[in-house]
């Protein structure tokens, strides 16, 4: 599978102003890099066609590769109609039944 | 006995010689803090050492027990707390230079029982900034990195690294950490410790820094189950100070400890072992298993197939709730923190909302599978790393076959138990040929911490690997 997340510059500073980032910081070329990396990851895409070790952002191309393995897509499970989690956490009265 | 043996001695072994009056108070903590004194400049355990608190402390105690007021097992014990967890009037620093100036106008909800519990804490260990990431893979982190005792070249695990170095070095007693996604079993079993991860709600997280609501739990490092036991005794329990506290009754856990685990049922799951595993850890489960078995215990082949999908999950997770609790952190003070922090956080600010509810629908699933299959069984076992420690600065590993990167291998096998929140105990199984720790976890059913120190505790008493100490 080789999709590809269409994410661009002006999507991801769009949402940076939006959260609060100081757009004008040059720190983010860096994170634009890492967040272009990490998404499509999230969602189980190869991101090899995106980058390659050899640009000028392969630092943070490494250090994304470590931080998340090839991951197996969500999309693949069916949630239809499955609840958020709510971790197990019985009340007292559950407990003595 | 030399200072070197009593700082080696356990919570239990000490309590019983202080009982005795075979060995006061003071002498215990001056001992510990003169091996943290000679030891940490090697290891870099800790990021603040309360000396002038701990012998006060111990002053208080020795008296105490003197005139009759014996508290338990813990009393007079050196304990060391992750440098996330409030302590009234010390440094909280939670691993960044940013709050190097940060004093703690309260103690923590652990710290308060540990205290009317009798122990006597020594200082607040090191750890990764804001206890994101287990490894020291990233160049040096704000307070430097954490080294394994068994070879100071390799790193002691994370993000709990100060508190597995000082546990197992003998700078602590035992110590508490912090595990999001492994991080108070990932350096206990690099460093040959105990390490228990209790149950979502179990143990109170009032007063710690934290990184990611729905996964974050704190636990006990220990050099043996009783300890374990004995520190669960103190600090588990109903806190409405922390909204995810269960109201739930602790039992006594030493009561557990009974050596016999004739007829429990211990699932192996399959697709814990089609993951990337060193060869070394593989064999040294494999023995573990036949040692299980010889106690009497079963171990059969299972199935957990929603496991795989369990990285995905915690990463998702995790990326967005670290991103919600430390947003402002990451705005404003984003350039004084550590690289490779600021990248996480602010990525997760990044991260679709359907993306966070799909990883907690398919969490959902996780849970109830786990759930079905602890009806078949009692315990879950794997090992709990699937290597031995790294080396620091080390970035991709050779996993088996596999080349991988070193957060993802040490991970492997951790998140799955923070995601259901069961509880989960790393038990020292072996040694590598480089004569580094391997680990065996063993999760249990929500609440059901008992079953978990019980097995633990009957391998651990049939086996020696938890009596060896590095060669410091």
Redesign the interface.
Same mark, same amino acid.
């Given at each position: 599978m080789s999709k590809e997340l269409r994410f661009s510059k002006e999507t991801f500073f769009y949402l940076a102003e939006r959260a609060g980032l100081d757009i004008e910081n040059p720190h983010m070329e860096e994170l634009y890099t890492y967040v272009k990396i990490i998404l499509p990851r999230l969602k189980g895409f190869d991101e090899s066609n995106i980058f390659n070790e050899n640009t000028d952002d392969g630092r943070f191309y490494a250090y994304a590769k470590r931080i998340l393995p090839k991951l197996k897509p969500l999309d693949e499970l069916d949630l239809d109609g499955v609840e958020l989690a709510v971790t197990f956490k019985p009340s007292r009265s559950q407990e003595d039944e | 006995m030399n200072s070197t043996d009593l700082c080696y001695l356990t919570a239990g072994q000490l309590s019983r010689l202080i009982q005795q009056k075979e060995v006061s108070p003071i002498e215990i903590i001056e001992a510990h803090l003169e091996r943290i004194s000679a030891l940490d400049p090697k290891l870099n355990s800790f990021i603040t050492v309360l000396s002038d608190q701990a012998i006060d402390a111990a002053r208080n105690a020795e008296e105490e027990i003197q005139r009759g007021k014996y508290r338990g097992a813990l009393h007079g014990i050196p304990v060391g707390l992750k440098d996330l967890f409030a302590v009234k009037g010390v440094r909280n620093s939670s691993g960044c230079k940013l709050f190097d100036t940060h004093v703690a106008d309260r103690d923590c909800a652990i710290a308060t029982r540990l205290r009317n519990a009798g122990a006597i804490i020594v200082g607040k260990t090191n750890t990764n900034p804001l206890a994101y990431g287990p490894t020291s893979?990233?160049g040096e982190y704000d307070y430097g990195h954490m080294r394994n005792p068994w070879n100071p070249d390799f790193i002691s695990g994370g993000s709990s690294g100060g508190s597995g170095s000082a546990a197992a070095a003998g700078q602590c007693t035992l110590t508490i950490g912090s595990d999001t996604g492994g991080s108070v079993r990932i350096p206990s079993a690099l460093c040959g410790l105990v390490g228990l991860k209790p #149950? %979502?709600?179990r143990v109170s997280r009032y007063g710690f820094t934290p990184l990611s609501w729905?996964l974050d739990h704190a636990g006990p490092l220990t050099r043996s189950t009783e300890d374990c036991a004995l520190v669960m005794n103190a600090i588990a329990g109903y806190d409405p100070k922390d909204p995810?506290s269960?109201?739930?009754?602790v039992p006594d856990y030493t009561k557990a400890l009974t050596g016999d685990i004739r007829g429990v049922q211990i699932g192996l799951p399959k697709e814990y072992l089609e993951v990337p595993l060193d060869s070394q850890i593989y064999q040294s489960i494999q023995e573990a298993i036949s040692v299980l078995s010889d106690l009497g215990a079963t171990i059969t082949e299972v199935s957990l197939p929603?496991y795989? %999908?369990c @990285?995905? !999950?915690s990463? !998702?997770i995790l /990326?967005a709730e670290a991103a919600a609790c430390h947003?402002d952190l990451?705005?404003i003070n984003?350039?004084k923190l550590h690289w $490779?922090l *600021?990248? *996480?956080l @602010?990525?997760g600010?990044?991260?679709p909302a359907v993306?966070y +509810?799909?990883?907690?629908?398919? *969490? #959902?699933?996780f849970?109830h599978q786990s759930?079905d299959l602890l009806k078949e069984v009692d315990l879950l076992l794997s090992p709990t790393v699937p290597i031995t420690a790294s080396l620091i600065g080390e +970035?991709?590993l050779q996993v088996g076959a596999t080349k /991988?990167?070193? +957060?993802?291998a040490h991970t492997q096998y951790n998140a799955a138990y923070n995601?259901?929140?069961?509880p989960a105990i790393t038990v020292p199984c072996g040694f590598s040929k480089q004569g580094l720790p391997i680990g065996l976890q063993l999760a249990g059913r $929500?609440?059901d911490e008992s079953r978990v120190l019980q097995v633990a505790h009957a391998y651990e008493q049939t086996t020696d690997w938890h009596n060896r100490r590095p060669s410091m």
């Open positions: - | 893979d990233t #149950t %979502y709600g729905s995810a269960a109201d739930v009754q929603l795989t %999908y @990285e995905t !999950i990463g !998702i /990326m947003k990451a705005r984003g350039a $490779p *600021r990248l *996480r @602010e990525s600010l990044f991260l993306d +509810i799909q990883a907690q629908q398919a *969490r #959902t699933l849970t759930l +970035i991709d /991988m990167g070193v +957060i993802a995601l259901n929140g069961f $929500p609440f």
